[in-house]
């Protein structure tokens, strides 16, 4: 390996801020499995307080990475968030956090593919019909903050 990038590896794995992902045991490498971080992230929110969880919510569907699903996501939250009790404000959570894909999400907003049973609830269902924009609102730029 070569010498530069093994100390930056070494600085990014072994970081005591970036808490250690991959382990190396004797040369073979152990990724430790997708649920168990999940859990571990899910964990950590469970004692969230509610608006700190909508603000939380507010920012990670403004900035999704992909065009499409942050003005989806952005202008479903600005109508939609405030009237989520904490129930509603839980799947919504689970709906942007869970899945590894955000394409996932607009193949299922807009009904391309099957929405799997674990999203299909009453949260995705307000997003479909958010998505089929039926009053024709112009949605070429995210709400204000």
Not at 133 to 144: L, M
Request: with cysteine; hydrophobic share 30%; proline share 7%.
């Amino acid at each position: 390996m070569n010498y530069i990038v093994g100390r930056c590896l070494r600085r990014v794995l072994y970081s005591p801020i970036i808490k250690p992902r991959i382990r190396f045991n004797s040369g073979s490498v152990t990724i430790p499995p997708e649920d168990t971080l999940q859990s571990h992230r899910m964990k950590m929110r469970e004692t969230e307080p509610i608006e700190k969880k909508k603000a939380r919510l507010l920012y990670q569907s403004r900035k999704r990475g992909m065009l499409e699903n942050d003005l989806l996501l952005s202008t479903f939250v600005g109508k939609y968030l405030d009237k989520f009790d904490e129930k509603q404000t839980a799947m919504y959570d689970t709906l942007i956090n869970s899945p590894s894909n955000d394409w996932d999400i607009y193949y299922w907003a807009t009904n391309t593919k099957p929405t799997p049973p674990e999203y299909d609830h009453e949260i995705m269902d307000l997003l479909k019909e958010h998505t089929k924009n039926i009053k024709k609102e112009s949605r070429i730029r995210q709400p204000d903050l």
